[in-house]
C-alpha cells in the first residue's frame, strides 16, 4: 500500500525558511518524477515545483529562486527546501508523482498524503 508522509510545516514569519521532507513507503521513489503540490486556502492544489528521476528540476514562477526540491533515493525521500517565505505561502503541501517535469503537468492521482500546513505570517 501506497503512503505518502509530508510533515516539517508550521508557522513561520515572513522572509523565513523551512524544510519539507516527503517519506514514501509502497512505493519507490526513484523511478518517478515528483513533485511538491500546494494548496492555499480556496483555491485548487497546484504543482509548485518537480524533479525528475535523474534529478532535473522545474519551478513554477511565484517558486524559483526561493524553493528547491531534491531527493535522496536511498532514503526514498523527497525534500522542499523553501526560504523568503511570504504570506502567499501558506498553503497545505503534499508531494506526489507527476506526469511531466518539463511542462510542470501534475497529472492525475488517486493518492494522496495528509500533506503539511505551512502558514507565513508576522
Known amino acids: 500500500q501506497v503512503q505518502l508522509v509530508e510533515s516539517g510545516g508550521g508557522l513561520v514569519q515572513p522572509g523565513g525558511s523551512l524544510r519539507l521532507p516527503c517519506a514514501a513507503s509502497g512505493m519507490i521513489l526513484s523511478i518517478y518524477d515528483m513533485g511538491w503540490f500546494r494548496q492555499a486556502p480556496g483555491k485548487q492544489r497546484v504543482l509548485a515545483v518537480a524533479i525528475t528521476r535523474g534529478g532535473t528540476t522545474n519551478y513554477a514562477g511565484s517558486a524559483k529562486g526561493r524553493f528547491t526540491i531534491s531527493r535522496d533515493n536511498a532514503k526514498n525521500t523527497v525534500y522542499l527546501q523553501m526560504s523568503i517565505l511570504k504570506p502567499e505561502d501558506t498553503a497545505v503541501y503534499y508531494c506526489?508523482?507527476?506526469?511531466?517535469?518539463?511542462?510542470?503537468?501534475?497529472?492525475?492521482?488517486?493518492?494522496w498524503g495528509q500533506g503539511t500546513q505551512v502558514t507565513v505570517s508576522s
Open positions: 506526489n508523482r507527476v506526469l511531466s517535469v518539463a511542462t510542470m503537468q501534475g497529472g492525475h492521482h488517486n493518492y
